[in-house]
C-alpha cells in the first residue's frame, strides 16, 4: 500500500495544491502526466515521479505504482477531488508530476544516412504538438527539435496528446529558427519545408539522405528560414487550400519514414 495510507478529502491539501500549481504554469521544471498509460509510460522511460495522486478507487494501481520503486511520494485521494484539479472530461484516475526531461543539443544528435528529424516551428497547440510528436516516432523519426515561440513539448496537453512519444523519443529545444538551420545544415542535414504549394510533389519527392522536415512555420522569422529549405507538397484536389499541420506532417513524416525503414 502507499506510504501514506490516509485519503486525501481536502482540496486545501498541499500535494492537491501543487498538482493545480504545475497544471496553471505556475512550477517551473515540472511536467504533469495524467492518466495511467502516461505514468506508467514515464516510469518505463527511466522517469523518477516526484508526486503521485492516485484516486481511491485505484488500488491495485497504486500498489502497482508503489512497487516500482519509482512512484516518489505516493498519495491516495478522493476521486471527485482528483477530477476537479485535472480539469479533463474523463477523470485520469492518476495524476503525477516529475522533472522535466533534459533535452538534448542538437549537435549531440547521431545522425546517419537514414536519419529523420522532425522540426517544430510556430505550432502554437500543445494538443498538435503532441499529436505530431506521436507521428513522428510511428514513422522512425529520430528525434523531435521544438523551436522556441511555439507550444512548449512538456505541457501537460502536449504530453497527453503525444500517447508517451514525448516521454520516449530524444526532444531538442532551439532558441530561433535561425540557429536550428544553421546547426542542421553543418551536419550536412537536409532540410525539407513543407510547402503548400510550389513544392515538389510528395510522390516525387527524393527522401534519401539524413533529412530534417520542417512542419507549422506560416509566418515571422520561421517562414522566412524554411523558404531557404527544399519545399515539397501534397497534393490536393477540390477547393481544398491546406490541411491541418498534424495531417499534413503524418502524410509527409510516413513518406520519409517509409524511405528509413526500407533502405
Not at 505504482?65 to 505516493?74: K, P, T, V, Y
Not at 523558404?227 to 481544398?240: D, K, L, Q, S
Amino acid at each position: 500500500m502507499p506510504r501514506d495510507a490516509e485519503v486525501i478529502r481536502s482540496r486545501s491539501n498541499p500535494a492537491l495544491k501543487r498538482v493545480g500549481a504545475a497544471l496553471a504554469g505556475k512550477e517551473a521544471g515540472v511536467i504533469v502526466l495524467e492518466g495511467e498509460r502516461l505514468v506508467r509510460d514515464a516510469i518505463a522511460t527511466g522517469h523518477l515521479l516526484e508526486l503521485v495522486l492516485v484516486a481511491e478507487s485505484k488500488g491495485a494501481l497504486a500498489e502497482e505504482l508503489e512497487a516500482s520503486g519509482r512512484a516518489g511520494d505516493l498519495r491516495r485521494l478522493d476521486g471527485a477531488l482528483l477530477a476537479k484539479v485535472s480539469g479533463q472530461k474523463t477523470p485520469p484516475g492518476v495524476v503525477a508530476l516529475a522533472r522535466e526531461p533534459e533535452g538534448l543539443q542538437l549537435e549531440e544528435l547521431e545522425l546517419d544516412a537514414g536519419t529523420l528529424l522532425l522540426v517544430i516551428a510556430g505550432v502554437a497547440d500543445p494538443g498538435n504538438a503532441g499529436a505530431l510528436a506521436r507521428s513522428a516516432e510511428a514513422a522512425g523519426a529520430r528525434a523531435v527539435v521544438f523551436v522556441r515561440g511555439g507550444a512548449s513539448p512538456w505541457n501537460a496537453k502536449a504530453l497527453r496528446g503525444s500517447m508517451g512519444s514525448l516521454l520516449r523519443l530524444p526532444i531538442v529545444r532551439v532558441e530561433s529558427a535561425a540557429a536550428a538551420a544553421d546547426a542542421l545544415a553543418a551536419r550536412d542535414v537536409r532540410q525539407v519545408a513543407a510547402a503548400t504549394r510550389g513544392g515538389t510533389a510528395l510522390a516525387d519527392f527524393d527522401w534519401s539522405g539524413p533529412i530534417a522536415l520542417w512542419v507549422g512555420a506560416e509566418t515571422g522569422a520561421a517562414l522566412e528560414v524554411c523558404a531557404r529549405f527544399e519545399p515539397v507538397t501534397i497534393p490536393m484536389r477540390g477547393a481544398v487550400e491546406s490541411l491541418n499541420v498534424t495531417v499534413a506532417a503524418s502524410l509527409l513524416l510516413y513518406a520519409a519514414g517509409r524511405t528509413e525503414r526500407d533502405a
